[in-house]
């Protein structure tokens, strides 16, 4: 019994393959590929997975994380070959590894936000949106379980800048996770509600890392 | 991917379902290939998915050399609504690329009410409906499926058609068209040739004269086209291609499992049944065989749930040996056997128990008909103490669950025969009742009633509906006759059946309802989402047809019926016989039993059917 930690990335037309069908598509890639791994017990029994984040549907990221119990010694070269032969297209298994650490130390998560101006975005653009995503407070309504509260995300954004990469305006940013965590499409929601000239047409989604409260790389 | 798919993407429901990407699904380099063909299903990616004919023939066609055959599927109506508003046309789902831009676009016909979104899939591909808006560039469109057993209403719009079994004909009918196409012959030219493969036919090539009271009056075959059209076979499911690596949804759909197809054709000869008479002759697989593939699409595919799949599996003479050889991987492999279809025996139930070992499913039960007179009508032989009989036994094992499936409206009904129903739903409870182990937990008894619908091929073809009026008499009649808490009555609105029923029967009068009810906005229809009669009531009104003309009217035994020239090898004769053996209520023995001699044997090399 071996609680191991892979490491994986998805990316592609696997971006809109949403959580719960994740989870289900990684149970069956597990048995697909031969690992031994605990099962759940009941009438159903699939293996036993743990996702740290949930990642929202259309997003991609290369930081995933599954958790698993090994039961055999399969080394992780062979694992992740497996692996990688039995997951469908854009999900890519990276690394495995033992002794995770414990998933509350997770502080804050690294998102490259690309956004789309149908009509072009200048260098005014990209400075009006720092300008505005580094003012403080930025006060919106935040839905929840148990209901709508005002929330003050500026509180919640660790570090953010935006620059212009092509024709896109790329917003590079660290946003606080855990027990308090925010989630990126707040920001365009902000920009919409205080800035809409600055509302971008389209955005995509993506998540490069999870880092601990010191800011360090979370594995 | 088509510019400006990614952003409506993340605007509608399930996305999953129109990215493919799944593990399983073929891809192939478009240098590498000259035909692309698109295999399209008229009905949402849950559904098409759960098909196991579209995996089989997916299969077939990746397997040929320089051909691609990739998937398509009706989108939601969110999906059509943002791919029309942002010019996206429906795409194969390997490639991305819209279907105007593949050779052949192949459909599927599992039911009537699919026909709608047959149209809808054309022109949200890019490709003109009618057949004959479409030029030498167009792809040719085809299609197949048990509804290709009668495919009259749709030869406006389908250039061939492929009858019976698609694993053989399919990739003659492709080789003939790289041929063709090679030596730069014309489609038309293509099409006289193709109606030379036995099992084609092509619409165009046969013209029909209608009498002054809209019954037929001839058909003539054009071009040297055969006057008998025969559907395909498969002599050897041992040896034909079986999808055992398979593709795996990454997004639930309605069978998220593997299906191993035990054996085709039925040895009941239920006479309502289309399926029983369009599959014969009987012809089954090996239970060696059965068992390799099933274990080997389990480890290809990471499903932990085998169903089997046949139109009767206690029939099969194999099944111990394969519920055994079976349950010994599956057991230690955490794989669940399901055995839906079975009859109400012994052995079905003891084995039922066996494989069922933690949770207790629900018991369904298709008496069809609530009398033994009318059960002998249907020639269903499936009687009142069978039912009871397993009920008994799977009450004392602690089933507490049963579903009775009923029809209303079958030839010869009397009220008697709805108060019969109810009887057998009474006598259920009563059952369980005396031979519950633990009552405290209750039952559930479930009467499900549909409204039949005669189909084309089989003894009832030439029998009348009955009335949408009738049917709801029926209905409300049989609710008052359950009394008992315990017994949930469920009973289906007659509009989908009703219009079912003009479409199984229909000739090629109906294609220009069919274009005017989708131009009114039909799709879906087999979803009560979309389903609308009154669409579909304005556009026979539009076009000048009575649809109580396919639906109700009793049809002549000497009449030229719409479907006479496409043969499923059941002689006609032996379809009358049976229907005068149902009108004088008694039973015909099952193939096993004793050969009533359907001619459908003639059918395999050696005619000698191995029912």
Known sequence: MRKMRLLFKKEGRAAYISHLDTMRTLQRAIARAGISAKHTEGFNPHAYIAIALPLSLGYTSECEMMDFVQTDNMPAFDLIARLNRALPEGIVALSVYEEGRKVREIASVHYVLTLEYDNGADEGVVSALNEFLSSKPIVIMKKSKRGEKEVDISELIRSINAYKKEENVIIDAVLAAGNESLNPELLIRAIDKFRPELTPDFVKYHRVQVLDNEGKKFI | ?611
Not at chain 2, 453 to 461: E, L
């Open chain 2, 1 to 611: 991917m088509q510019k400006g798919l990614e952003r409506i993407l993340s605007k509608v429901q399930k996305p999953a379902r129109y990215t493919g990407g799944e593990y399983g699904a073929t891809m192939k380099n478009k240098e590498d290939v000259d035909t692309r063909i698109a295999f399209c299903f008229p009905d949402i990616y849950e559904i098409g998915m759960s098909h196991l004919g579209l995996r089989i023939l997916y299969g077939v066609l990746n397997n040929i050399d320089g051909v691609w055959c990739e998937r398509s599927f009706a989108p939601w109506s969110d999906m059509e609504d943002e791919m029309r508003k942002n010019g996206i046309k429906l795409y194969g789902m390997e490639s991305g690329d819209p279907l105007c831009n593949f050779n052949i676009v192949a459909f599927t016909l599992q039911y009537e009410m699919c026909y709608s979104a047959v149209l809808n899939m054309l022109d949200l591909g890019g490709i003109a409906v009618r057949a004959e808006d479409r030029g030498e560039d167009a792809p040719l469109v085809i299609a197949g499926g048990p509804c290709a057993y009668n495919p009259e209403p749709l030869c406006d719009f389908v250039d061939l058609f492929s009858i019976g079994e698609g694993e053989e004909h399919l990739p003659e009918i492709v080789d003939l068209y790289r041929r063709f196409r090679a030596e730069g012959k014309t489609k038309k030219e293509f099409l006289i040739a193709a109606a030379q493969i036995p099992g084609t036919y092509v619409p165009s090539l046969y013209e029909f004269r209608y009498k002054e009271d809209g019954t037929i009056e001839s058909m003539t075959a054009l071009n040297d086209a055969p006057e008998k059209i025969t559907k395909r076979i498969i002599q050897d499911l041992d040896s034909v291609y079986y999808p055992t690596k398979m593709i795996v949804p990454s997004t639930e759909v309605v069978h998220d499992r593997v299906v191993l197809e035990v054996f085709r054709g039925c040895i009941r000869g239920c006479r309502f049944c289309q399926a029983g008479y369009a599959y014969r002759p009987v012809r089954a697989k090996k239970a060696s065989t059965l068992i390799e593939q099933g274990i080997a699409m389990c480890e290809n595919s990471g499903y932990e749930e085998i169903s089997l799949a046949s139109l009767s599996t206690s029939d099969y003479k194999e099944l111990p040996e394969l519920a055994d050889g079976l349950l010994d991987w599956c057991e230690p492999h955490k794989t669940s056997l399901q055995l839906p279809s079975l009859r109400a025996d012994n052995f079905s139930v003891e084995l039922m128990q066996r494989i069922q070992k933690v949770r207790k499913s629900g018991l369904t039960f298709a008496p069809e008909a609530g009398t033994v007179r009318l059960r002998a009508v249907i020639n269903k032989n499936l009687q009142e103490e069978d039912v009871l009989n397993a009920c008994k036994v799977a009450f004392e094992g602690g089933w507490s669950n049963v579903k009775l499936y009923f029809m209303i409206g079958l030839p010869t009904e009397r009220d008697e025969d709805l108060e019969g129903i109810a009887d057998i739903a009474h006598n259920v409870l009563h059952t369980w009742r005396q031979y519950a182990k633990n009552k405290n937990r209750g039952v559930k008894i479930t009467v499900s009633a549909s409204c039949f619908v005669p189909k084309p091929g089989t003894p009832f073809q030439w029998f009348g509906q009955n009335t949408r009026e009738e049917f709801r008499r029926k209905a409300l009649y049989l609710r008052e006759k359950i009394t008992a808490k315990a017994v949930t009555y469920n009973w289906h609105e007659p509009d989908t059946s009703y219009l079912e029923a003009v479409f199984a029967r229909g000739d090629r009068r109906l294609g220009k309802v069919i274009e005017a009810a989708w131009k009114k906005g039909a799709r879906l229809d087999g979803w009560g989402d979309f389903f609308s009669l009154e669409t579909w009531i304005d556009a026979f009104r539009e076009c000048d047809v009575d649809p109580d003309f396919y639906a109700l009217r009793d049809r002549a035994l000497d009449e030229i019926l719409p479907w006479d020239h496409i043969s499923t090898g059941v002689d006609k004769r032996h379809l009358i016989k049976e229907w005068e053996t149902a009108l004088s209520e008694a039973v015909s023995p099952d193939c096993r039993v004793k050969c009533t001699g359907c001619g459908a044997n003639k059918l395999l090399c050696g005619g000698v059917c191995d029912a």
